[in-house]
């Protein structure tokens, strides 16, 4: 667990609580607009997720930490910060609508980040579609800084997006993850970001 000035960072549960919270967050349109899937249906779909993509990732340091984002007040999920254990070390995060332009997502990816840091990780990327500037921001304000751009026909939502792939580095190294640029043929470094 993490705490910060107002919020605690745990694992999310497989309890009725967490399992409609998760709900909450990942069936609103707006919220899934720049989420690789598409906005939950039902409690029960927000249960296959926690199963498929959750308990896999919940805070272990070998396959990646899925944090939820809680007021320490209540101590019921508003959002999420997770961290893939894969070479991408790919970060991401989400929160409800209700809480946009509160600071919440970026006092939660920070802590995370200094976790990540202090567990000895060398670098997180984080990526985000070219028509989400808001979510660039974040990561800028995280200390992330850009590296390159990529196109990916996205799945399953089955449409082409032009992503920006930032990056932090917590060692001396520097070397920029050059996955995606292998990965998709069409890539480039913009001269001009927002």
């Given at each position: 667990m993490i705490e910060t000035k107002r919020l605690i960072l745990r694992a999310f549960e497989a309890t009725e609580?967490?399992?409609?919270?998760?709900?909450?967050?990942?069936?609103?349109e707006e919220v899934n607009t720049y989420l690789p899937w598409f906005p939950l249906k039902s409690q029960k779909?927000?249960?296959?997720?926690y199963q498929e993509r959750i308990a896999k990732r919940n805070c272990s340091n070998e396959t990646?930490?899925?944090?939820?984002?809680?007021?320490?007040?209540?101590?019921?999920?508003?959002?999420?910060v997770t961290v893939s254990g894969e070479g991408n070390h790919d970060f991401g995060y989400g929160v409800r609508k209700d809480f946009w332009n509160q600071g919440v997502t970026t006092e939660a990816a920070a802590a995370v980040i200094d976790f990540l840091r202090n567990q000895g990780w060398s670098y997180i990327t984080a990526t985000h579609d070219i028509n989400n500037p808001a979510s660039g921001a974040v990561m800028k304000k995280l200390g992330l800084t850009y590296r390159y751009s990529y196109k990916e026909q996205w799945q399953p939502k089955n449409k082409q997006v032009t992503f920006r792939m930032y990056q932090l580095d917590f060692d001396e190294k520097n070397d920029t993850y050059q996955g995606y640029w292998e990965q998709y043929p069409e890539h480039f470094i913009e001269k001009e970001i927002e």
């Open positions: 609580k967490d399992i409609a919270a998760l709900y909450e967050i990942l069936a609103d779909e927000a249960l296959d997720f990646g930490f899925y944090f939820a984002i809680c007021f320490k007040k209540e101590n019921r999920p508003i959002g999420y």
